[in-house]
């Protein structure tokens, strides 16, 4: 049985895996826990993100690809999206349309979510 995907969620999923395997189109942060990795674990934590493929209903119930978590060197990571105005004081009020939404992937250890 397969489950039909809404056009809007997409168009939504698209723009969320180009920004997150080429970290374009996207402002990307990562949190101190991440910073203080030494640079090879860093390395290798961006590159599971950008690499991550494994979606499943329970991680993405809206087929956005919105949320990985991630499993390095016996710990849990989390990726996200947020959807911002293009002001940025608030949240978008539609993710699909990419010249009135700023995206925001987060990237931390399981503990800061």
Same mark, same amino acid.
């Given at each position: 049985?397969?489950t039909?995907?809404?056009?809007? !969620? %997409?168009?939504?999923?698209?723009?969320?895996?180009?920004?997150?395997?080429?970290?374009? +189109?996207?402002?990307?942060?990562?949190?101190? !826990?991440?910073?203080? *990795?030494?640079?090879?674990?860093?390395?290798?934590? *961006? !590159?599971?993100?950008?690499?991550?493929?494994? &979606?499943?209903?329970?991680?993405?119930? /809206?087929?956005? /690809?919105? &949320? +990985?978590?991630?499993? *390095? /060197? +016996?710990?849990k990571?989390?990726?996200?999206?947020?959807?911002?105005?293009?002001? #940025?004081?608030? +949240? !978008?009020?539609?993710?699909?349309?990419? %010249?009135?939404?700023?995206?925001?992937?987060?990237? #931390? /250890?399981?503990?800061?979510?």
């Amino acid at each position: 049985m397969t489950t039909a995907v809404a056009p809007k !969620s %997409e168009l939504i999923r698209t723009i969320n895996d180009r920004c997150r395997k080429h970290f374009l +189109g996207c402002q990307v942060m990562i949190t101190p !826990s991440v910073q203080e *990795l030494a640079d090879e674990e860093r390395v290798q934590l *961006l !590159s599971a993100v950008r690499e991550f493929n494994q &979606f499943d209903a329970d991680n993405d119930p /809206h087929h956005e /690809h919105d &949320f +990985g978590a991630i499993e *390095l /060197h +016996g710990q849990k990571w989390f990726w996200k999206f947020d959807y911002y105005a293009p002001d #940025m004081h608030m +949240g !978008s009020d539609d993710p699909a349309d990419i %010249e009135n939404t700023r995206r925001v992937l987060t990237i #931390m /250890h399981a503990n800061e979510y």
